[in-house]
C-alpha cells in the first residue's frame, strides 16, 4: 500500500463528455504527477504540480488540465474526450520534485466508446 | 528520442531460474536519476529501487540485484532464483535534473512482461 488513492476506479465516457479524476496523495507529499498508460505501453507524463502550481507538461493538448489543492489532493480533467483517450490514468506522489522516488495509486481505468 | 529502452519485450523462465531484465537510457544531463517498477495484473506500479547518476555501487536486495554501468548508459536488473509470484511487467525509468528539466518527471520504458512458470 502506497498511500496514493484515486477515484473512480473505472469509468465508461462518451466521445465528447468531460471527466475528472480524483487522487490523494501521501501524507507529507507536495508533488503529483499525472501519467496515462495505454495498453502495452510505458505510462506517458501528462503534467505535474508543485506546491499548488503547474511546474511542467509533456506531450498533451490543452484539454488536458488539473488542479492541486491545499492539502495537496488532485484533479485530472479532460474535455471533449477522444477514443484515444482510453486508457489507465496514473497518479504519482513524491516528497520532493527532485529525485525522490514516485509513489503510484492504483489508477482508473477510462473507457470511452 | 526514445529516453529509456527496454528491448526485451516478453521474457518466460521457469522457477528457480535467475532473469536479467536490460535497460538502456540516454540523457545529457550529469545530474540524474534511475528506477525500476513493477507492475503486477494488478495495475498499480510498485517502486522497487532507486539510483543516482553519482552512485554506481551496485546493490543487491534478497533476490533482487541491480547493475547501473554509466560506461554504457545501462541499468540492469537481475532476479535470482524467480518465483511465480515475480511475474509481472517491468518497468525503467529515467529522471533528469539539468537545466530546463521538469524535475521528477518520470520517462519511461515500454516495460519487459515476465512469466515466472512452475
Known amino acids: 500500500e502506497t498511500g496514493v488513492t484515486q477515484s473512480p476506479t473505472h469509468l465508461i465516457k462518451t466521445r465528447g463528455q468531460q471527466v475528472t479524476l480524483r487522487c490523494s496523495s501521501q501524507?507529507?507529499?507536495?508533488?503529483v504527477s499525472w501519467y496515462q498508460q495505454a495498453l502495452g505501453q510505458g505510462p506517458q507524463f501528462i503534467f505535474q504540480?508543485?506546491?499548488?502550481?503547474?511546474?511542467g507538461r509533456g506531450n498533451f493538448p490543452p484539454r488536458f488540465s488539473g488542479l492541486q489543492f491545499p492539502n495537496y489532493s488532485s484533479e485530472l480533467n479532460v474535455n471533449a474526450l477522444e477514443l484515444d483517450d482510453s486508457a489507465l490514468y496514473l497518479c504519482?506522489?513524491?516528497?520532493?520534485?527532485?529525485?525522490?522516488?514516485?509513489?503510484f495509486g492504483p489508477g482508473t481505468r477510462l473507457t470511452v466508446t | 528520442a526514445q529516453k529509456v529502452t527496454q528491448a526485451q519485450t516478453e521474457i518466460s523462465v521457469v522457477e528457480k531460474e535467475d532473469v536479467t531484465l536490460d535497460c538502456v537510457y540516454e540523457?545529457?544531463?550529469?545530474?540524474?536519476?534511475l528506477f525500476w517498477y513493477k507492475q503486477p495484473p494488478s495495475g498499480e506500479l510498485v517502486f522497487l529501487i532507486r539510483?543516482?547518476?553519482?552512485?554506481?555501487q551496485n546493490e543487491i536486495s534478497g533476490r533482487y540485484s541491480w547493475n547501473f554501468q554509466k560506461s554504457t548508459s545501462s541499468f540492469n536488473f537481475t532476479i535470482t532464483a524467480s518465483q511465480v509470484v515475480d511475474s509481472a511487467v517491468y518497468f525503467c525509468?529515467?529522471?533528469?535534473?539539468?537545466?530546463?528539466?521538469?524535475?521528477?518527471?518520470?520517462?519511461f520504458g515500454r516495460g519487459t512482461q515476465l512469466t515466472v512458470w512452475p
Open positions: 504519482a506522489s513524491s516528497l520532493e520534485r527532485e529525485g525522490y522516488e514516485q509513489y
Open positions: 501524507s507529507g507529499h507536495n508533488t
Open positions: 504540480y508543485y506546491r499548488e502550481e503547474e511546474n
Open positions: 540523457t545529457r544531463d550529469t545530474t540524474y536519476y
Open positions: 539510483r543516482n547518476s553519482f552512485d554506481e
Open positions: 525509468a529515467l529522471s533528469e535534473a539539468g537545466r530546463g528539466s521538469t524535475l521528477g518527471r518520470l520517462y
